[in-house]
C-alpha cells in the first residue's frame, strides 16, 4: 500500500478512537448524576453502581465521584447520604472519615449499600452533607439523582 494512503488510514483510525472513548466514558460514568434543583453552583457529584441496574434486596457497590468549589470534605463532619425514593425513603447514610479539599477531585467507594424491595418506579439520590449541631439540619454540599422506570 501507498505510504501516504496508510498514514491517512492510521490517523482516521487514531481520531476514531479519541472520538469513541469520551462518549463510553460518559455513558458509563453516570449511572447517577443529573443535579438536583438544590445542587450548589460549583459542585458536581455522579455515581457508579455495580450492579446495575438495582436490584431489589441485592446490596451495590456505590463509587462516587465528584468536585465541590465551595466545600471540603471534613472527618467525621460530613457524610454521603444514598436515599431510594417513591412515596416514602429509604436512607442510607455513611460517615466519612477522611478530608478532601475544596475543589479536589473526589472519588469515595461506598460498598454494600442494602437496596430495598424496589417498586416499579423510583428514584435515587446521593448527597453529600455536613452534620449539624441539630440533627434535622444538614448543609448540603452535592446532590445528583437518577430516575428508574419512567
Ligand atoms: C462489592 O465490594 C465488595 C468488597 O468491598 C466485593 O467483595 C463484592 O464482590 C463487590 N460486589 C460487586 C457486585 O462487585
Same mark, same amino acid.
Not at 436490584?55 to 454521603?80: C, D
Not at 412515596?87 to 447514610?93: F, G, I, L, M, R
Given at each position: 500500500?501507498?505510504?501516504?494512503?496508510?498514514?491517512?488510514?492510521?490517523?482516521?483510525?487514531?481520531?476514531?478512537?479519541?472520538?469513541?472513548?469520551p462518549?463510553?466514558?460518559?455513558?458509563r460514568?453516570?449511572?447517577?448524576?443529573?443535579?438536583?434543583?438544590?445542587?450548589?453552583?460549583?459542585?458536581?457529584?455522579?455515581?457508579?453502581?455495580?450492579p446495575?441496574p438495582?436490584?431489589?434486596?441485592?446490596?451495590?457497590?456505590?463509587?462516587?465521584?465528584?468536585?465541590?468549589?465551595?466545600?471540603? $470534605?471534613?472527618?467525621? %463532619? =460530613?457524610?454521603?447520604?444514598?436515599?431510594?425514593?417513591?412515596?416514602?425513603?429509604?436512607?442510607? @447514610?455513611? /460517615?466519612l472519615?477522611?478530608?478532601?479539599?475544596?475543589?479536589?477531585p473526589?472519588?469515595?467507594?461506598?460498598?454494600?449499600?442494602?437496596?430495598?424491595?424496589?417498586p416499579?418506579?423510583?428514584a435515587?439520590?446521593? $448527597?453529600?452533607?455536613? %452534620? =449539624?449541631?441539630?440533627?434535622?439540619?444538614a448543609?448540603?454540599h452535592?446532590?445528583?439523582?437518577? @430516575?428508574? /422506570?419512567?
Amino acid at each position: 500500500m501507498n505510504r501516504n494512503l496508510m498514514f491517512a488510514f492510521l490517523l482516521l483510525a487514531a481520531l476514531a478512537m479519541v472520538n469513541a472513548v469520551p462518549y463510553q466514558l460518559l455513558k458509563r460514568d453516570r449511572d447517577i448524576g443529573y443535579p438536583c434543583p438544590t445542587n450548589p453552583e460549583g459542585s458536581y457529584i455522579y455515581a457508579n453502581l455495580n450492579p446495575f441496574p438495582p436490584v431489589s434486596n441485592q446490596p451495590i457497590n456505590y463509587t462516587i465521584e465528584g468536585g465541590m468549589l465551595g466545600y471540603e $470534605i471534613t472527618p467525621y %463532619k =460530613t457524610a454521603i447520604t444514598i436515599a431510594y425514593t417513591d412515596e416514602h425513603s429509604e436512607v442510607y @447514610t455513611k /460517615g466519612l472519615d477522611f478530608y478532601y479539599a475544596k475543589g479536589a477531585p473526589f472519588s469515595i467507594d461506598v460498598p454494600d449499600v442494602p437496596t430495598p424491595q424496589l417498586p416499579s418506579t423510583y428514584a435515587i439520590m446521593v $448527597i453529600i452533607a455536613d %452534620k =449539624t449541631d441539630d440533627p434535622n439540619k444538614a448543609v448540603l454540599h452535592a446532590c445528583s439523582y437518577a @430516575t428508574f /422506570g419512567l
